[in-house]
């Protein structure tokens, strides 16, 4: 019990929730210049034909007009983001932000479509609201610091806004959510491919690019059928139609690597160790945490690379576990009188 | 304190806040809802701990918080304190449940998701599966709707369909329809295409049609097969399997 207690709340300056909240505010800024405009689409689809996810269900708003709710809420996002990002009315805008974030990706998920790259950076937010320090390094922090200053109470500025040691459980809550996430794809990968996956054969097929063909329709999804199916099963279709696949474009890349079995069973147990192994990552020392991570930051960007998906929001997460004092430290010799602010604090 | 005040005593400030005022003195637990009720943020709390029977609780929380607050309750600068730590707690145990629940439930129902995401083999021809939804008009005639123009689109409207139409996979995080059976799944595409038939039709995309066919493409090695699933009609509104 004590050492639970240890892993989420010790504390730590070693963390800076401050800096992080400015990088994944600035994410999603990024983020929502894609995805905001596009919502505009949603007010007009049928609202007979809209199947409200969890999130949706959970906010109570299922009932509610997509159209009205897009109207009124995307505004909202815009300034709750550049505020979390300054950290103007900080622990208000993350919170505003992560609500108004849920429900609009929940929007977005309701007409069957799961997008699992949001999953994540939604749920960090969440967690950001409430962490201790996510409030250092903002607008927030500097008026505080003029107001005292004025009093003639006031701190060296850089140490007022880098804030007090604080526990480490966001991190850690950060990190474990990354972990449940790819370990659960692992698994999948494990259950539905088995030895299929194992051998490169499931991967090869993907990175290909033969499922992306317009002649099936829509060419990033097509469905696959399990021709073993019992047939008083078989009263829809004689193949038995089982699965919704994603598909991805054949790349240049993704096709000289699909070249060779080998290298696609290779990376095929790349990838179930990365996915199912992140946990190591509370046991690792601080260098070879960052190995993992920019492992892992570069298998998400050959996956973008090869397949043309954008798990970008994941890779952004890894930053909460950098030692952000440390790069102020290093300031040093750029900016004089940064380090030893923050050491004295 | 103790010379201005010297019905107090040094053991008594050390165990228990007091409040001296218009020659009452108050301690504890009447101290703090004395204060509470006279300050404009904590007043409705302050009111609520003048309710009867408040005392009855508000005077052992005093006393337990105030036994405690040099060993339980002590934090050094920056540590969490226990309150701190059990909402903490809480909304651990509530993300990490939240990302699981997907995987042990095996759904898709954003936020919560198996990831699924390219974990499917497919078959040893590679072959792939499709929906296609045809109009018949008067004289038997068909041709090819786009599943978008009921007005979503295709990637999102034949996931949806696939969730109506249902998998032979029981546990399917899409389609899984656990006892299904003919007339479930007549009923599950009949609801459906009425929903995609008004929509459709109120954007002019209908204009002639009797029936909406619906089929399933199997393509592999560069051959195409169909089946007839089955056909709904715009007059009756219902949705019939076709006879095998």
Known sequence: ?345 | MLRDHPHLTAEGLDREIYLVSGGRTLAGFDAVRHLAARLPLLSPLGLLMYLPGAVLLGRPAYRWVADHRRTVLACRIGEPTIVHKALASLLIVAVLAAAAAGSVFRTEDWPLTCVPMFATPVEPDGARYSFRIRAVDAKGKSKELPSSACGVPELRLKRLLFRAYGSVSEDDPYGGRPGDTPAAFEARMTAFFRAWADAARGRGNLAGARRLRLEVVREAGGRSERHRVGTYDLGTREFRREPR
């Open chain 1, 1 to 345: 019990m004590t050492a639970l207690s240890r892993f989420w709340f010790a504390t730590s300056r070693r963390y800076s929730m401050g800096i992080f909240r400015i990088i994944l505010g600035a994410w999603f800024l990024l983020d929502f210049a894609g995805f905001l405009p596009a919502l505009d689409e949603i007010a007009r689809r049928p609202a007979a034909l809209m199947s409200p996810c969890a999130g949706l269900r959970w906010s109570g708003l299922s009932q509610a007009d997509p159209a009205a709710l897009v109207a009124l809420l995307r505004p909202a996002a815009w300034v709750l983001a550049a505020a979390a990002t300054l950290g103007a009315g900080t622990r208000f805008a993350l919170l505003a932000l992560a609500l108004v974030n849920a429900i609009l990706r929940s929007l977005h998920n309701s007409w069957g479509y799961v997008g699992h790259a949001s999953i994540l950076p939604a749920f960090t937010l969440f967690i950001l609201a409430f962490s201790p320090g996510a409030a250092d390094w903002s607008l927030d922090a500097l008026l505080g610091w003029l107001a005292a200053r004025l009093r003639g109470a006031a701190r060296p500025l850089l140490d007022r806004l880098a804030g007090r040691p604080a526990a480490v459980w966001p991190v850690h809550l950060v990190l474990m959510l990354v972990a449940v996430v790819y370990f659960a794809a692992g698994c999948e990968k494990i259950r539905e491919g088995g030895r299929s996956w194992l051998d490169g054969r499931t991967l090869q097929w993907y990175l290909e690019g033969r499922a992306h063909s317009k002649r099936l329709g829509d060419s990033t999804q097509f469905f696959s059928a399990r021709r073993d199916t019992p047939t008083d099963r078989l009263f829809r279709d004689p193949w038995g139609l089982d699965k919704v696949c994603n598909s991805a474009p054949a790349t240049a890349t993704g096709k000289r690597v699909a070249g060779s079995r080998a290298l696609c069973a290779v990376l095929s147990w790349a990838t179930l160790f990365l996915e199912c192994g992140f946990f190591l990552v509370f046991f690792l020392p601080r260098r070879l945490q960052y190995v993992l991570f920019l492992l892992l930051a570069a298998f998400h960007g050959g996956i973008g690379h090869m397949m043309r998906i954008d798990f970008g929001g994941y890779v952004v997460l890894y930053l909460c576990a950098v030692d952000w004092n440390a790069v102020v430290r290093a300031l040093d010799s750029f900016l004089p009188g940064v380090g030893r602010a923050r050491e004295s604090s």
